[in-house]
């Protein structure tokens, strides 16, 4: 049994943080509303704290799971934040989905005082943390990620260590990017085989066998035909996600044509009232 802490407790990062509970693990959790972190608690037991820094104190493995770059710091930094509570030595992995300079920035502040910082955002998506099976893509040091894999192992299906800190970042940055193309591409099948008056179930049943099989195809073409977008990774992450892209290309001159046209679809969708729509939701610009 390992001393854990988890800091936020919303749709990926309460049940992650339950896997670690159910594993044996020790666990204490920080969450910003605080009924989320009762409710938590009294499903799987373990502590909770009003501040990160009492989350965190005494434990050898702390994981953060927030929304965006200013979410991050605000957890880390300041009187009663992660770093004020976190022991010499400790592993800090943070599991939010944000920028490489953040990743880097916090890593730095970390190693000031004594603490080792992995970035590692996952992929996956609500069911992915739901049932334990979580991509992890880290970035940092190997003494560290040997620390922590275990631990991280309780809601992964894999865990990989990519390079330096930042490199988790960056290698999410490729799965978001590859993505967006993957399901404007599908959307578009869809939409085409639907106005050539095809069954456009059995066309995915067939089409998924071959080439153009892939996880959206399998996990989302079916509710993509049923039009059905109330559930799943929400539009207005994506298009958080892909801002993060787009403003890493600038810096180390990717070209990114189709990302930027999919993520102006995704603000299109937004303007129609979908923020919380699944991103296959961008099949309904095609069909309106």
């Known amino acids: 049994m390992t001393k854990t802490a988890f800091i936020g407790l919303g749709v990926m990062g309460y049940p992650m943080a339950g896997h670690k509970a159910k594993a044996g693990h020790d666990v204490t959790v920080y969450n910003r509303t605080a009924a989320k972190a009762e409710k938590w608690v009294q499903e799987y037991g ?3 704290s009003t501040t990160p820094k009492g989350a965190v104190e005494g434990a050898d493995i702390v994981c953060a799971c927030v929304g965006n770059d200013d979410d991050l710091r605000s957890v880390v930094y300041g009187d009663d934040g992660i770093l004020a509570g976190m022991k010499s030595g400790a592993v800090f992995i943070d599991h939010t989905t944000a920028s490489a300079d953040v990743a880097r920035e916090v890593g730095a502040a970390a190693a000031k005082i004594g603490v080792q910082f992995l970035d590692g ?3 996956g998506g609500q069911a992915g943390a739901e049932n334990g099976k979580l991509t992890v893509m880290v970035g940092g040091e190997q003494a560290a990620f040997d620390i922590a ?3 991280a192992q309780c809601y992964s299906q894999a865990v990989t260590l990519l390079g330096p800190v930042g490199s988790g970042q960056l290698c999410k940055m490729v799965n978001q990017i590859c993505i967006a193309g993957l399901v404007q591409g599908l959307s578009e099948g869809i939409a085409f085989g639907q106005k050539a008056g095809l069954d456009v179930g059995k066309v995915i049943d067939v089409i998924s066998k071959g080439a153009a099989q892939s996880w959206q195809m399998e996990n989302r073409a079916s509710t993509m035909i049923n039009d059905e977008f109330e559930f799943g990774f ?3 992450w994506m298009r958080k996600d892909l801002g993060i892209c787009l403003a890493e290309s600038k810096n180390n001159g990717a ?6 046209l999919v993520d102006q ?3 299109a969708v937004q303007n129609k009232g979908g923020n919380r729509w699944d991103t296959s939701s961008l099949l309904r610009l095609l069909n309106d």
């Open 121 to 123: 955002p996952v992929s």
């Open 255 to 260: 070209r990114l044509p189709v990302t930027a």
């Open 265 to 267: 679809f995704y603000a």
């Open 234 to 236: 929400a539009v207005d």
């Open 46 to 48: 373990g502590a909770m």
């Open 149 to 151: 894999e275990p631990v």
